[in-house]
């Protein structure tokens, strides 16, 4: 019966230490850090578009967010998600996000935020400007004007109720764009309507305050003269800073 006594009270006091060893363990024990499920997504916006973050984590503690921008912190991104609206050529750049729990941090992948600044299409209402200097026969002149789209392909000169224009707008990359302008017009000195194609090359650098896009144009054209002119074709450059005002 001692012998029994003995050993049951040998059980417990291993049993109450095994216990205070676990007890002192979790007491000290560090949780794991979160884990990332679902890392942001590089994008490619339009101007003015809304970015929208978003990360997926895992954690047995809660956790807090904090998104960055080229690796300084936003002011008040603090939840999984982050949106920004009108995004502009200022934001494009580096984002990710720190998440902390009480296991320490983890920071997501770095994604990459492009944006388009020459628009995918001139839809109608987009107005566009000219300030440019052209060569024609040898001479160089200065010209300043704007025009206006009309219809899917149409465009018109506001000044000039006499032209008939249709064009073709094509970007190449998100600051690059060319386009095509094909028509004709009455000339009274002429005593007939001449005929033109402009080939431009659009390099759209920025957003004035006005939110037009500005951009660098240089090209080419040529006038088609009327019938029994000598020469019929007369082929001009130019160059110039240039601006569109899209319809919002």
């Known amino acids: 019966m001692i ?45 003015w578009d809304t970015l929208t973050l978003t990360v997926g984590v895992s954690s047995t503690t809660m956790v807090s967010y904090q998104w960055r921008f080229n690796k300084t912190p936003i002011n008040g991104a603090n939840a999984a ?21 009480d296991g320490g941090s983890v920071t997501s992948r770095t994604v990459v935020i492009s944006i388009n600044l020459a628009p995918a299409s ?14 024609i026969l040898k001479e160089t002149i200065e010209s300043d004007g704007s025009l206006l789209v009309t219809g899917a392909d149409t465009i018109t000169d506001p000044e000039d109720e006499t032209g008939n224009y249709s064009f073709k707008y094509k970007r190449i990359n998100s600051t690059h764009a060319t386009l095509v302008i094909t028509g004709d017009f009455y000339d009274a000195d002429f005593g007939g309507r001449i005929g033109t194609t402009v080939s431009y090359k659009l390099m759209f650098t920025g957003v004035a305050p006005e939110r037009e896009r500005e951009f660098k144009c240089s090209g080419k054209g040529v006038y088609i003269l009327p019938k029994g002119y000598k020469p ?12 569109i005002d899209l319809p919002e």
Do not use: H, W
């Open 3 to 47: 012998m029994r006594t003995l050993r049951l009270t040998c059980f417990f006091a291993l049993l109450f230490n095994f216990l205070g060893v676990v007890d002192g363990f979790a007491a000290t024990a560090k949780p794991a850090k979160a884990k990332i499920t679902l890392q942001p997504v590089k994008q490619t916006l339009e101007l």
């Open 81 to 101: 998600t982050y949106s920004l609206e009108e995004f502009t050529a200022a934001s494009a750049g580096k984002y990710d996000v720190v998440i902390t729990n």
């Open 122 to 135: 001139l839809p109608v209402g987009t107005a566009l400007y000219d300030q440019i200097t052209g060569r």
């Open 232 to 243: 019929a074709k007369i082929p001009f450059t130019f160059s110039g800073k240039t601006s």
